[in-house]
């Protein structure tokens, strides 16, 4: 497949990039906020105009700032994605003044060689317009004002984006690669693995918690497959923040969880796990898809505290709900192992979406009948005539019997693991259903 051409959104902060970027793409991918500095890393996604693809990216606000420690990271990340655009989207705000340090970032851009549209955003309403005149002294003859909150022109600059692809690009297929989340509480080093997988620092990485705002998805390529890593915010409860922009990033990363095809969830080795992990936990599990766990920094734990195993009997004694995932003993650091979670989510990812005939099932039917036989609520022997299974991701299957009754919860789990077991259904959740026949 040919290389797409990618168009990056640049500008300062709380000009409305993120919003922009969402109208063109036509969905709520990145985070839009009315207080400055959400977007920090680079938000990609592939859009489709009329037929027409490219990889359109929203970048971070082109700023110094001491209220932001990161600030200047975020300007050089933005920076580097308009050095690899081929066009770039220059957005300015129409509510305000035009500022001498945009003027600045203009020309320096201009230096780049790359194909500009000047955009000047939230032109709503006659008196926006009145102040059109001051951004002319760019020299620039056509530049587009649009309203992006409410798609204001927004045909002119879809129009103009058209004109300017190339028509190789027309009717390109965009593989579609696996979606893995990479979740977790804060500083467990979710963005550190993202690189790690990456090979290069694609997300800034601190120490300072909450570095990372908005879900980021970067698409790697390995042994000829495709895969998508969105790196999230850190999670954890929404009454325990006072900042809104994090209460934003917590909600979206929520949201990322129930949209993945496989969930890795990252939790640190030196302490695990803990109450946050576990809530964690419990999200990725009701959303029924495959998951993994990843103990980062594994190579900070002392050998005398335990072994692997060890480990594990911990993680699946704590959270039994998830003694299906596998679990990966991983460093950002080092890079060992980590490339292991590509390799587990593919497997996962297959062992959700395995289906198993009906004969099978219920040949293992008869055997568990006749070996352990079910158990209702009421701790009576009950039967189950046959099974059938009628989904995939997560597997469910339907169990008819003679009566309204249910399995009692212990021997749920218990078939459950039996089923996991004959059919390796290693890495997702299942669902079980009776039905009277």
């Not at 220059?90 to 955009?119: H, M, Q, T």
């Not at 103990?295 to 004694?317: A, C, I, M, P, R």
């Not at 055997?367 to 059938?388: D, V």
């Not at 077991?421 to 299942?430: D, V």
Request: overall charge positive; charged content about 30%.
């Amino acid at each position: 497949m040919k290389r797409l051409l990618k168009v990056v959104i640049i500008g300062f902060p709380n000009v409305g990039k993120s919003t922009l970027f969402n109208r063109l793409l036509k969905e709520n991918k990145s985070l839009v906020h009315s207080l400055p500095g959400m977007t920090r890393d680079q938000v990609s996604a592939i859009c489709d105009l009329k037929g027409k693809k490219f990889v359109l990216v929203d970048t971070g606000g082109f700023f110094d700032s001491q209220e932001d420690p990161l600030s200047s990271k975020i300007r050089d990340k933005a920076k580097e994605a308009a050095e690899e655009a081929d066009i770039l989207l220059f957005v300015l705000d129409g509510r305000r003044d035009f500022l001498p340090s945009e003027e600045e970032l203009y020309f320096s851009l201009k230096k780049l060689n790359k194909l500009i549209f000047v955009i000047v955003n939230k032109i709503d309403s006659p008196s926006a317009e009145a102040n059109l005149g001051d951004f002319y002294r760019l020299g620039e003859e056509n530049i587009l004002a649009i309203s992006a909150e409410h798609k204001k022109n927004l045909d002119f600059l879809e129009s103009s984006l058209l004109k300017a692809l190339p028509s190789s690009v027309q009717g390109e297929k965009a593989v579609e690669p696996l979606k893995i989340a990479i979740v977790g509480r804060i500083n467990v080093g979710k963005s550190s693995i993202v690189n790690r997988l990456c090979g290069e620092e694609k997300l800034i990485v601190s120490e300072i918690p909450g570095t990372t705002r908005d879900s980021t998805d970067t698409v790697i390529n390995r042994n000829k497959k495709a895969f998508c890593l969105v790196d999230t915010a850190g999670i954890r409860k929404l009454s325990r923040t006072r900042d809104k922009r994090e209460k934003a990033s917590i909600i979206k990363a929520k949201k990322d969880i129930v949209q993945a095809d496989v969930i890795s969830l990252i939790m640190d080795a030196q302490e695990f796990p803990t109450r946050q992990d576990s809530g964690i936990a419990h999200l990725s599990h009701e959303s029924g898809k495959p998951l993994l766990i990843a103990l980062n920094k594994w190579d900070l734990v002392q050998k005398d505290t335990g072994t692997s195993e060890d480990f594990k009997e911990k993680v699946y004694t704590r959270l039994d709900f998830v003694n299906y995932a596998p679990i990966l003993f991983i460093s950002a650091l080092t890079g060992k192992r980590v490339v292991k979670i590509l390799d587990f989510a593919e497997q996962v990812y297959k062992n959700g979406f395995k289906k198993v005939g009906t004969s099978r099932l219920n040949n293992f039917l008869s055997w568990i009948n006749e070996n352990h036989p079910p158990l209702s609520k009421k701790k009576r022997r009950m039967k189950i005539k046959y099974m059938t299974q009628i989904s995939v991701l997560p597997p469910t299957f339907v169990l008819f019997t003679h009566s309204r009754v249910s399995l009692a919860p212990s021997y749920e789990k218990f078939f459950i693991h039996l089923l996991r077991k004959e059919f390796n259904f290693w890495g997702t959740p299942i669902q079980l259903f009776l039905r009277k026949n």
